[in-house]
Each structure stands twice: as C-alpha cells, then as structure tokens.
C-alpha cells in the first residue's frame, strides 16, 4: 500500500488514488492490530496492556490523517510515506519483536 501511495504520488495521482487506499491501511490496521492483540491474549502475553495502547495510537494518527486528507486538508507527501515507512519498521522490527520469545514460549506449552 505504500508503494501504491509512492507511485501516485510519482505520477502526479496522489489525490485521485490515495483515498481508497489510505482507506485499505487503515482498515488493514485495525484488522491486524485486533488479531494481533486476541493471540496475545490467548498466550497471555503480560505486555498485552502496553502494547494495546501503541496500537491505538498508531490507529489513531492513521485515522486522523485519512479524515484530514478526506476533507482535503492533508497531502499524500514524502514526509507522510516515511512516517508510514518508518512506523512500519519501527513497530514490526522493535515493538513486535518484544512479544516474539513469550509467544514462542507459549506454543510450546
């Protein structure tokens, strides 16, 4: 979706194409985030809480910029793709990665 985002962007596209797909991401996220969060309670995972709350504030900024850009008050720009980009990085390679020896411990038992 980023790289969907970039091209449009690239071409000039950015206003006609960003909509449906800022849409796509957000629902995506919340998709994943609640997912995520049901197998975390399953295993139990005690930084459940902590983790919950980045979700719903990575939800809440996407959600934000998706309703400033639909009143067109926002632009799909560089800055807002290296936000994604690096919230992506940073949450999959950091954030998540936390969890990764609980669950493994978990599905073990």
Known sequence: MLNELHAAMMKGQARSVAGPVLRRLVNYTREHFEAEEAMMASAKYPGLADHRIKHR?????????MDRFERGEATINIQLLNFLRDWLSIHIKKSDKEYTPWMQKAGQN
């Not at 990575?58 to 959600?63: F, P, S």
Request: proline content about 0%; cysteine-free.
């Open 57 to 65: 504030e990575l939800t809440r900024q996407a959600e934000e910029f």
